[in-house]
């Protein structure tokens, strides 16, 4: 049986990009790691670290569970892992856990944004769309300067 380390961010997205990999009439054993939203530092001013970790595994809980229930009928099997820390490092540790393990990065690209990398040596891709909002919104700014 093949193993997957798929890491995901979004239920939709996820699904979509999964749909095509998993059609496969072979069973697969997928490891879904969740990547939680970031919260920002401030907020530790209203919650603990201990009620952040289980709001995030919570929503990791919620969204791996949601993509599972879509595949689970085809005689895949899926474990819910949440990635806390450097994705890179999370990758080992499960590539040691589940040896030969195919890693898939299923998570959305956010605009203006780059991703974390998943394996080591990963190149960042560049974000294109935010580069071309610069250039846009700049070329706006000329013409309606020159105006």
Same mark, same amino acid.
């Given at each position: ?14 699904? &979509? ?7 496969? #009439?072979?069973?697969? *054993?997928? =490891? ?14 209203? +919650? ?9 595994? *919570? ?20 474990? +819910? #892992? ?6 890179? &490092?999370?990758?080992? *540790? ?13 998570r959305?690209?956010?605009?203006? *944004?780059?991703?974390?990398? =998943?394996i080591?040596g ?8 935010? #580069? ?10 000329? =013409?309606?300067?020159?105006?």
């Open positions: 049986m093949e193993t997957l380390i798929i890491y995901v961010n979004e239920t939709e997205y996820a699904r &979509n990009q999964l749909a095509a990999m998993l059609s496969v #009439r072979q069973p697969t *054993q997928c =490891v879904l790691v969740g990547c939680p939203p970031k919260l920002n530092r401030h907020i530790s001013k209203w +919650i603990s670290g201990a009620a952040r970790k289980k709001w995030q595994t *919570q929503w990791v809980d919620t969204v791996c569970g949601e993509i599972s229930t879509a595949f689970v009928q085809e005689g895949h099997q899926f474990l +819910i #892992r949440a990635a806390f820390g450097p994705l890179v &490092n999370v990758t080992k *540790q499960l590539q040691g856990e589940f040896f030969g393990a195919r890693v898939l990065d299923a959305r690209p956010k605009l203006a *944004q780059t991703r974390e990398p =998943v080591e990963q190149q960042v891709q560049p974000d294109l769309a935010s #580069r071309a909002m610069g250039v846009a919104a700049t070329t706006t700014i000329l =013409v309606l300067a020159v105006d």
